[in-house]
């Protein structure tokens, strides 16, 4: 059967980085999103925003929510101090196939913890199973009605504490409005809104950066 679209964007890596040099992986992807097919990775305009809020925060503890072919994953591992802890979820295996591998080939697999599961069911097993207490950092790229259900369920696990920043993609495209709405609105966080555009497109798009401020 025909390879599908994460195998291709995979092959697409293979032929056009340099196994260990996680740059040239984000270089790849972006070349055949932008040239050949979309997908929805974070792409580099949200990208380089998210870059400049990992190298500010240098989290120690990072939780990302939707590997999808684990674009995002390289682009936040590559920056994270020696000793940070980072794991990721996937619900779909041919996604989390090929994110292995693209993490792989970034040569960034010793960084990365990729967890195969839906995000409500490992949220209350991340303390026990991992032994992580807290997250510096949620980078919310999942199913887009999971990202409120999803928050509040780490904050009833104590895995969001004060100072700990939510990074949401996709607030306008394909867009969270519950989400947004409970951020903005809760005197628990303090939120703003990186504007962009949809990855490798002139739609808007952008980012909800959400500190907690503790109960
Ligand atoms: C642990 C766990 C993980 C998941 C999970 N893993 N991977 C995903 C993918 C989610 N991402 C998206 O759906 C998404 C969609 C668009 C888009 C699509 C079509 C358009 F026309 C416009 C925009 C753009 C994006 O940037 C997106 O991120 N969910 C699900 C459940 N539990
Ligand atoms: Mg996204």
Known sequence: TRKSRPQRLLKAVEGKATLGDPQSVITAIDHFCRHKE???????????????????????NVLELGT??????????????PGARFITLEFNPDYAAVARQVIGWAG????????????????????????????DLVFLDHWKDQYLPDTKQLEECGLIQKGTVLLADNVICPGTP???KYVRNSPHYDSRYYRSHLEYTKVEDGLEKSVFLGF
């Open 38 to 60: 979309w997908a929805m990775n974070v792409g580099d305009e949200k990208g380089s925003i998210l870059d400049s809020l990992v190298i500010e925060l240098s989290p120690v």
């Open 68 to 81: 999808y072919c684990g674009y995002s994953t390289v682009r936040i591992a590559r920056l994270l101090p």
């Open 108 to 135: 960034l697999e010793d960084k990365v913890q990729l967890v195969e599961g839906a995000s409500g069911d490992w949220i209350p097993r991340l303390r026990e199973h991992f032994g992580v207490q807290m997250f």
């Open 178 to 180: 519950d989400y947004l």
